[in-house]
């Protein structure tokens, strides 16, 4: 990748994220193990608490919703709904793996196409909700689609195939599979080598900023890569394709415990709520800006009390 033939916001990825010309840090060959036996120490209470032949299943968006427990039982039973707006994003994200695999060399609509036809055929209920759509809302779905894809061209460098990863599956599993932990970030760029860090881990958003979920949700990606490749990620971000920015965290052994802390502190309580839940005058509600997707908002009395509910 060279400097000259990059546009100002490619410099600036690549320098500022990218961390293109920076050291990397070296390899801890115990850290994977050490993680992995604190993990499952933290855990171990939580696993045994589930009923015989029960699994608990945590990915990011469960640790997410478990910070309230009226929005983790939406989570468990409400119906997710697609929209204009989430579909557009899985658009583009599809379409920007498209076009790394292909090395930026089709015309955008094109891309998008393919990235239409993958969601038609994924069996999600996404083809249910694209085949509502009248031709012109579906076109101008597309439209913007293919304006985020190429305003993704013009932010962010161009990088050779062989570093990209699209949606690096990372399950790990601990008690004999009673617990599975699954993630799979939008972008793995490198892979582990023996030496040093190489691996960035990217999520791409096309929505607002929510700087300390999104935290989260990247740490709890690190330490899943981390497990899976017994290397770390030298680094975390998140990138905003509408802000053409990004927050981004480097990782330490500091990052990592923090992540196995979340995991640890939530674990019994979606055990309880999965498999032993009690009253809804005992749960513990947090009203807060993540009461905007919750399906109980209309009729949480904590989100009335602290204003989140619409007039
Ligand atoms: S509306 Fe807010 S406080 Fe109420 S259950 Fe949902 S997330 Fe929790």
Redesign the pocket.
């Known amino acids: 990748m060279t400097e000259g033939a990059l546009t100002p916001s490619q410099q600036r990825v690549r320098e500022g994220l990218l961390a293109w010309t920076e050291p990397r840090p070296p390899v801890d060959p115990a850290l994977a193990a050490r993680l992995r036996e604190q993990l499952s120490e933290a855990t171990a209470e939580a696993a045994e608490a589930l009923p015989d032949g029960a699994e608990l299943f945590l990915s990011k968006s469960k640790l997410d919703a478990l910070s309230?427990?009226?929005?983790f039982?939406?989570f468990l039973e409400g119906e997710f709904t697609w929209s204009a707006p989430i579909v557009k994003g899985q658009l583009a994200h599809h379409g920007i793996e498209i076009d790394f695999a292909g090395g930026r060399q089709r015309d955008p609509a094109e891309v998008i196409d393919v990235a239409w036809e993958r969601l038609v055929t994924s069996g999600s209920s996404a083809a249910t909700f694209l085949e509502s759509l009248d031709g012109a809302e579906a076109d101008a779905l597309r439209g913007q689609a293919r304006g985020l894809l190429t305003g993704f061209r013009e932010q962010f460098p161009a990088l050779p195939d062989k570093k990209v990863h699209p949606e690096d599956a990372l399950r790990v599993r601990l008690h004999g599979g009673r617990l599975i932990l699954s993630g799979r970030p939008d972008l793995r760029l490198g892979g582990p080598t023996s030496d040093v860090r190489r691996m960035l881990l990217l999520d791409l958003k096309t929505g607002g900023r929510h700087s300390l979920r999104h935290l989260a949700d990247m740490r709890f990606y690190a330490l899943l890569a981390t497990l899976k490749h017994d290397v770390a990620p030298f680094r975390v971000a998140t990138y905003y394709l509408d802000e053409a920015d990004w927050d981004h965290e480097d990782v330490d052994e500091g990052v990592l415990e923090a992540a196995v802390r979340d995991i640890a502190a939530k674990a019994p309580r979606a055990v309880a709520l999965e498999h032993d839940r009690p009253p809804e005058e005992e749960?513990r509600?947090?009203?807060?800006p993540?009461?905007r997707w919750?399906?109980?908002?209309p009729i949480?009395p904590?989100?009335a009390e602290?204003g989140?509910v619409p007039a």
Do not use: E, I, N, P
């Open positions: 309230c427990d009226g929005r039982v939406d749960w509600l947090l009203a807060a993540h009461c919750c399906g109980r908002l949480c904590a989100a602290a989140y």
